[in-house]
């Protein structure tokens, strides 16, 4: 029973430092596939990596990891010529397969999903535009809100106003619920369900292709598209899937 009993604890010893052995190359492999990332796609932060699954080491040697979680920062949006930050990009990847050399992977599958902020969407909006929630029931058909002051957003624009006109247009707000949709698997479009018709020949049109834009989303890995589009109480959160997801090194 002696015996036993020493057999027993040198199990368990020896099974602990196989653990801890196996948690801390987990982390060096964590910790090395962050800078790579960060350098590789020039990151103002330290991308987070969680690489699931145990033991970490017998994945290594099989060349697949079970499951690689990466959640990115620094990630930017593009309007017009206007950069902003997209508040978080996040992928999850599964069965990722290293090659011989381990300077790159290929994921089986992959889903995708990014999110921005009403103040980010602002700051890509047209100029003198505000993009805001437009409640629940509007959320639920997938609508912004879109306000500014009528003469904000055609000077911004580059528009000029008659100064006849200009009197008529003072003061005036325009209110407008955008749907958002997806084009291409990474652009994002904002289209207007209704505009204030202008006492002004010609400007509704104009008027139309101000309140209207896109915005390019980068950052995401190019195998995975964005399929769709949910507007929340905190801004708008964007998901997608991808297969043979392929990763650099």
């Known amino acids: 029973m002696r015996a036993l009993r020493i057999l027993l604890i040198v199990v368990v010893i020896l099974g602990g430092i196989f653990v801890a052995a196996d948690r801390i190359a987990v982390n060096m492999a964590e910790s090395e596939a962050a800078d790579k990332i960060k350098s590789s796609q020039g ?5 987070e990596i969680s690489i699931k699954g145990f033991p970490f080491l017998t994945q290594v040697v099989g060349k697949e990891l079970d499951e690689v979680d990466v959640s990115l920062a620094g990630i930017t949006a593009s309007a017009g010529g206007r950069s902003v930050n997209v508040t978080e990009v996040r992928a999850e990847l599964r069965s990722v397969k290293i090659d011989s050399s381990f300077s790159s992977a290929v994921a089986d599958r992959a889903d995708g999903s990014a999110r921005i902020s009403y103040a980010d969407l602002t700051k890509a909006a047209p100029q003198g535009a505000t993009v805001s929630y437009a409640g629940p029931e509007r959320a639920a058909k997938g609508q912004v ?54 006492p002004l020949p010609g400007f509704d049109e104009k008027l139309r ?9 980068a950052g995401m890995p190019s195998s995975i598209k964005l399929d769709k589009v949910e507007a929340t109480d905190a801004g708008l959160r964007f998901s997608g899937r991808g297969t043979n997801v392929s990763l650099a090194g």
């Open 145 to 198: 809100k879109v306000t500014g002051p009528l003469t904000d957003l055609l000077e911004g624009a580059g528009i000029k106003v008659p100064g006849a006109f200009k009197g008529l247009l003072k003061g005036r707000t325009v209110t407008a619920y955008s749907t958002v949709g997806l084009r291409g698997g990474s652009t994002v479009q904002l289209k207007a369900e209704s505009l204030p018709r202008l």
């Open 43 to 47: 990151l103002s932060s330290t991308p």
């Open 209 to 217: 292709q101000i309140v209207d834009y896109d915005l390019k989303i």
